[in-house]
């Protein structure tokens, strides 16, 4: 496997790294926690390349791909005969990574009995394949991941708690992207001179001071795989390659042509509502003052929700400057703390 080197500057990333680096030569089960796309398979890798098992199999499933028969029989084999359509010994992945390391991603998507049976795995290195008797040993490092609170789960009955706690020998959190200040623009930067070296650019003039602003003030929920999707999709259709990028669009679904849900096209359709009549009298607050701050605030914090809390781009929403709406922030008190002079 072709390791990409980590590429981050970030306190919680280069901490991330540390953690791994330390832990990775302990042949032991390790658990992986992350958001989606924070790369969790790249960590496993890692751990994996560092260890003393570096010269064997790196094994990966995925246990949210299959369900629980199948789940059971990639894991752990198949004799003949054990279902139909088995007509010869199949190895799981189990003896596949004998000497090395297995990755499960999405283990807490694992049925409680496929967990009972890696549990086992992990406690003696011994299982059976499906549909056999005979006992099979295996020297296997366990490393799973997870997007799931497990210890919730386990509390919940989901996932089994003997289990999590063999895992849990030591568990590495992957940083989430809004968390690593200062390696979006990075990122984006190496992503960007990426696809623009596919596309056969001679040089790739980087992202305009609009854009480096929207990167850094948007949340990714989608993390780096987002960052990495959103930045590809910016230089392939940026036409004039000798100006910095200046266009990025988050959303590709965004289009005013956008397929409406039968709920809101049935709403669409309705007649309107009667107009009301002249003589309808008008309630008028009985404080003026109280009730044009209670609309400010109120338009305030949609605008700063609809725009991810980018003040900069909230105050574009509401038509205003950047420091008339952090003085207007102020006055409701809805300034971030982290804001606060």
């Not at 008797?133 to 089994?160: W, Y």
């Not at 590709?252 to 009298?281: D, I």
């Amino acid at each position: 496997m072709n390791l990409p080197a980590p590429l981050g500057e970030s306190s919680a990333f280069l901490g991330h790294l540390d953690h791994l680096s330390r832990v990775a030569p302990l042949d032991r089960p390790i658990l992986i926690i992350g958001e989606r796309g924070t790369g969790k398979e790249l960590s496993a890798a890692r751990v994996h390349f560092l260890s003393r098992r570096w010269s064997g199999p790196l094994v990966k499933l995925n246990c949210a791909a299959l369900p629980e028969t199948l789940l059971e029989a990639e894991l752990f084999g198949v004799e003949p005969g054990a279902f139909t359509g088995a007509a010869k010994r199949r190895l799981g992945r189990f003896e596949l990574a004998d000497g090395g390391t297995l990755f499960l991603d999405e283990i807490g998507n694992a049925p409680l009995a496929v967990q009972e049976k890696v549990l086992r795995v992990i406690e003696y290195g011994e299982f059976e394949r499906l549909g056999g008797s005979e006992t099979v040993s295996v020297s296997v490092r366990v490393v799973a991941a997870t997007n799931r609170d497990l210890p919730a789960e386990a509390r919940a009955g989901r996932f089994r708690e003997d289990l999590l706690d063999r895992l849990a020998f030591d568990v590495l959190t992957l940083p989430p992207l809004r968390a690593r200040s200062g390696d979006i623009e990075l990122l984006a930067e190496h992503f960007g001179r990426a696809m623009a070296a596919d596309l056969g650019w001679e040089v790739f003039q980087g992202f305009s001071a609009g854009s480096r602003v929207a990167l850094g003030g948007y949340a990714w929920p989608g993390n780096v795989r987002e960052l990495k999707n959103v930045v590809e999709r910016a230089v392939a259709s940026w036409l004039d390659r000798d100006k910095p990028i200046d266009r990025i669009v988050f959303d590709p679904f965004a289009s005013p042509f956008r397929p409406q849900t039968p709920q809101s096209v049935a709403s669409a359709a309705a007649p309107a509502p009667a107009p009301v009549e002249a003589a309808t009298p008008i309630v008028l607050p009985g404080d003026f003052r109280a009730a044009v701050a209670s609309y400010e605030s109120d338009l305030l914090t949609r605008a700063l929700r609809e725009a991810r809390h980018n003040q900069r781009a909230a105050a574009k929403r509401l038509g205003l400057g950047y420091h008339q709406l952090r003085n207007l922030l102020r006055k409701h008190g809805l300034m971030p703390a982290r804001d606060k002079d």
